[in-house]
Structures are given as structure tokens and as C-alpha cells.
């Protein structure tokens, strides 16, 4: 462990244990301070969660493993190996693609099998993989670019960008020019694969009509670094880094839910939990996103809340899990079943804010890698439509996600999941309002801020408040964003801001 001076002697207190709190407190206590979590629910994980019903495993939040360095990278800074407390497996195909048309296309990172899925599309398959090649060539440049320094560096603003990268490299090298869906016509011919390459918007719950063009950097996190499962199931990463807390002497208080984080001047020194209780720090390292800790922890007035505005929330989701008496051996792990007007799915979810008619679904089947996640013979299907998050002042009701879900399952049983309603056993649904009391989310979004460049660029909310120096914040709604990779990434950049800013005042 390094020990940075006097740190043994501050004390940060870390409101929620996310994937973001959870990395900077293992980030920070790797350093040397005294760090101590403060829990509302009984178990760690935040919205990687988890609920077991009759025999079927559900994950309730992210089910994709990807940029497995951004992990390890955590465990090194507690000097520990990751593979002993995580195991990995590989998913292959990484996507399985359903169109209404009947047919499908998987996405593979070896070359020969994705060669021979394109020659399932209409044309010439050399020219379709030339296609990919020259998207691909083109996304791995933005991947690179914005990796040199928004992620490894861990920048929060247009300034800190204008530094690092200079006028050049910003302004002429990234592509935020045009829209991520703008891009990606210019490489592809086929609609298909426009489809498919404008879903992987899905990583950050936003629109690819609104998303600029380097967020097309997101399909080399897959075709590069690999799609991976958590081996027992996406909650073992969580058990993982709690069995780290421990390793590290990391207390967490569970069932405890933050009231206020109390001040003192222009600075932070504590939080108040519900039972009345207090616990004073030097630093405040909040997990709830920026918009809700702001209002809800810190009573915040309308003038400053306005200066939030810009950071609204991603969508969120109709979250559906299904057991069933039967196995239906079309699905991969991972499938996407795609809306027949995909722009007009966005523009519904993201420019009016209304339940999509005809949503993109994605749909997870776990036992295709871990037959363990549902009774023999059966199985275990996680369905997601992306929807707008809460309206405070016109809010769906109950009745109108229930409709939305039939709506879902009538789609699924059209493109081929034939009698699903017959088959299901078991059945489960969370709506944005079971999100957002579960996890403090901000209007139930599931991804943090929203990434549109009209509206904040796609720039999160600072890591660090600019109001109270020794507040800081870590997940979804903060730089990087959404995502368990930025998450992870998130907690280790809040603890080197913290790490500078105690250096600098010590």
C-alpha cells in the first residue's frame, strides 16, 4: 500500500457503493487515507445487482463485461491480481442481430466467422467487409484519441481537453462534427449494419442522432478488447471487490441511507445518515448522481441547480425478467431485436420523451454461458427497451409501462419467440420508479447523464464540485459516464484529483 503523507490521518467518507464508490475507495485507501462507506441497501454493487427467483439467476443491471485493463488497473493499485477475485469468460458471438424480416447477423471478433456473416446481406460481402474495415480503421482512431487523455487522464472539461489535446488534435482529429449516426452512413451502404453500429449508443443510453461522432469509438471496446461474462454470474464481480474491501480493511455500513452532507463554510466535513447519526471526514466522495446529491443532500438553490441543467439524465428502462419452461435456442447471450424505423425509436425516446411504439429491445440469455442461471430446461431472459426517464411534471403511469411490456413481448413473439407468455413461469419487472427508489438514480436513469453534444457535448458532470473543494463525485453521472469500464475508471480519476488537491492544501 503507498502512503501518501498525512493520509493516514484523513478521513473520506463514501456515500454509496456503486462501482464508482466502490473503485474510489479501493483507489484512495490504496493511498493511505482512512475510508469508509456509507450504504443505503444490504448489499454492495449498486445497480450491479441481482435477484434469484424459483431456480432463475437474474441480473437485474449490467450484463456486459468489456475493457477488462480498466479493472485490473484498479486491482493493481491495491497491489492484488484481479483473476484472484474475478474470473473471466469469453461470449462469443458478442451480439446475435434480429430484423423483422426474419433474419439475423452475428457480430464476431474473429475475422473468418464475421466475414461469413456478411455474406448474409444483400450485395457483395467483400465490400460490406471493406466497409467494416474502414469504419472500424476510423473508430479506432477516435477509441485511441479520446483514451489518450479524456480517459487516461481523466479530463472533465473543454479547457482541460483544449490543453491536453491542443487546438489541432481537438478540432480537426476528433470527430464531433457530425452525429454518431451522421458517421456511420458515411461508412455503410447496408442499413443493417448502420443498425447495429448505431445500437452500440446503447453503452451510454443516449441517441446516436444526438451522440457526436467519436462515440462511434465504442464497437472497438468489443472488437478489440473483447465481450466478457463474469464467470457464476455479473454480481461475483461485486462479491470480487467486496471480498478487496475487506483485504483492505474498508469498512462499509449497510441499511444506511445519507439524510444531508454536512457543511462547514465553504466546505464540506461529514454526513448525517437518516437515523440522526453523524460522521465527520476531511473529504466526501458521493456515489449518487450530481443532480439528485445536489437537490436531495445538499439542498442546493434553484439558481445553482439551473447551472445543472445541461447534464440531464440518460434514459431509462423498462426492465423485464422472464423464466420459462422452455429453452429457446435462437438467442445467443446477447441479441438485439431492432425497430423497423430505428430513427424514429430515437427521436421518440430521446426529443419527445414518449414510450416507443416500436422499440430496438435487448434481450440477455444468460445460460448460453452459464446454464446454472436457470433450472434445467428452461430459460433465463433479461428484456430492456430503452424509455425516456420520469417526467416529474407528466410521469407515465404503472398502466403505462404494463403496456409498453405487452407490447415488447408481442414484438418478441412475432420475430420469433413463439408463445412466450405461454411459457413463462416466472416473471418480474422493474419500471423507471422501482430504479430510482432503489438506487437514488436521477429520474430512474439507468446510464447517468445523457450524452448529446447540443446539450453538454457529451461532457458528465466535474468529478469534482466547484462549489465545496474536498466534495467529489464518482458513477454514472460524472466523466466518463455511464458504464461499468467508466465507472471503474471513474473511482480511480477521483482518487488522483483527490490525491492532487490533498497534496496541494497539505
Known amino acids: 500500500m503507498i502512503s501518501l503523507p498525512n493520509a493516514e490521518k484523513k478521513t473520506v467518507i463514501v456515500i454509496g457503493s456503486g462501482l464508482g464508490g466502490l473503485s474510489a475507495a479501493i483507489s484512495l485507501r490504496s493511498q493511505g487515507f482512512n475510508v469508509e462507506i456509507i450504504e443505503k441497501n444490504e448489499k454492495v454493487g449498486g445497480k450491479l445487482n441481482f435477484l434469484d427467483i424459483e431456480g432463475f439467476g437474474f441480473d437485474l443491471g449490467p450484463s456486459i463485461f468489456t475493457l477488462p485493463q480498466f479493472f485490473e488497473s484498479l486491482f493493481e493499485r491495491a497491489g492484488r491480481k484481479m483473476s484472484d477475485y474475478v474470473t473471466l469468460e469469453k461470449v462469443t458471438p458478442h451480439w446475435r442481430n434480429f430484423f423483422e424480416d426474419g433474419s439475423f447477423i452475428d457480430l464476431y471478433e474473429e475475422d473468418d466467422r464475421m466475414r461469413g456473416e456478411l455474406a448474409k446481406l444483400e450485395g457483395v460481402a467483400e465490400e460490406h467487409w471493406r466497409d467494416l474495415q474502414s469504419f472500424l480503421d476510423y473508430a479506432r482512431k477516435q477509441y485511441h484519441l479520446v483514451d489518450d487523455g479524456y480517459f487516461d487522464k481523466g479530463l472533465d472539461t473543454v479547457w482541460e481537453m483544449i490543453r491536453h489535446y491542443g487546438l489541432f488534435r481537438?478540432?480537426?482529429?476528433?470527430?464531433?462534427?457530425?452525429?454518431?449516426?451522421?458517421?456511420?452512413?458515411?461508412?455503410?451502404?447496408?442499413?443493417?449494419?448502420?443498425?447495429?453500429?448505431?445500437?452500440?449508443?446503447k453503452y451510454v443510453g443516449s441517441s446516436a442522432i444526438d451522440a457526436p461522432g467519436y462515440m462511434n469509438l465504442m464497437p472497438i471496446i468489443q472488437f478489440d478488447y473483447g465481450l466478457w461474462y463474469v464467470e457464476g454470474g455479473m454480481y461475483n464481480l461485486a462479491r470480487g471487490l467486496e471480498k478487496l474491501l475487506e483485504d483492505l480493511n474498508i469498512p462499509v455500513t449497510y441499511d444506511s441511507e445519507v439524510r444531508q452532507i454536512t457543511r462547514a463554510g465553504k466546505l464540506v466535513n461529514g454526513v448525517e445518515l437518516q437515523d440522526g447519526s453523524t460522521r465527520f471526514a476531511d473529504y466526501v466522495v458521493?456515489?449518487?448522481?450530481?443532480?439528485?446529491?445536489?437537490?436531495?443532500?445538499?439542498?442546493?438553490?434553484?439558481k445553482f441547480m439551473r447551472k445543472l441543467e445541461k447534464f440531464e439524465p440518460a434514459c431509462s428502462g423498462l426492465v423485464i425478467h422472464l423464466g420459462t419452461d422452455k429453452v429457446y435456442d435462437q438467442l445467443a447471450h446477447h441479441n438485439f431485436f431492432f425497430s423497423k424505423n430505428q430513427q424514429k425509436h430515437f427521436h421518440s425516446v430521446f426529443q419527445e420523451g414518449k414510450l416507443p411504439e416500436d422499440p430496438t429491445i435487448y434481450l440477455v440469455a444468460p445460460t448460453r454461458t452459464d446454464p446454472s442461471k436457470a433450472p434445467e430446461g428452461c430459460d433465463n431472459i433479461k428484456i430492456l427497451p430503452h424509455i425516456p426517464p420520469i417526467n416529474p411534471d407528466n410521469p407515465y403511469t404503472h398502466e403505462d409501462y404494463m403496456k409498453l411490456k405487452e407490447r415488447v413481448i408481442d414484438k418478441l413473439e412475432r420475430m420469433g419467440l413463439a408463445d412466450l407468455r405461454k411459457h413463462t413461469v416466472v416473471e418480474d419487472v422493474l419500471t423507471p420508479f422501482d430504479i430510482e427508489k432503489m438506487y437514488n438514480?436521477?429520474?430512474?436513469?439507468?446510464?447517468?447523464?445523457?450524452?448529446?453534444?447540443?446539450?453538454?457535448?457529451?461532457?458528465?458532470?466535474?468529478?469534482?464540485?466547484?462549489?465545496?473543494?474536498n466534495l467529489f463525485f464518482t458513477g454514472g453521472s460524472v466523466n466518463p459516464g455511464g458504464g461499468m469500464p467508466m465507472a471503474i475508471l471513474c473511482g480511480q480519476k477521483v482518487s488522483d484529483r483527490l490525491v492532487d488537491y490533498h497534496k496541494a492544501t497539505t
Open 170 to 201: 481537438l478540432g480537426l482529429k476528433m470527430d464531433h462534427r457530425n452525429t454518431m449516426a451522421g458517421s456511420i452512413e458515411k461508412y455503410f451502404k447496408d442499413e443493417k449494419l448502420r443498425r447495429i453500429f448505431e445500437y452500440f449508443i
Open 441 to 469: 438514480s436521477n429520474r430512474g436513469s439507468i446510464y447517468g447523464v445523457v450524452s448529446d453534444w447540443k446539450k453538454n457535448q457529451a461532457f458528465k458532470a466535474p468529478k469534482q464540485s466547484k462549489k465545496y473543494r
Open 286 to 302: 458521493c456515489n449518487m448522481e450530481v443532480i439528485p446529491a445536489y437537490k436531495n443532500l445538499l439542498n442546493e438553490e434553484p
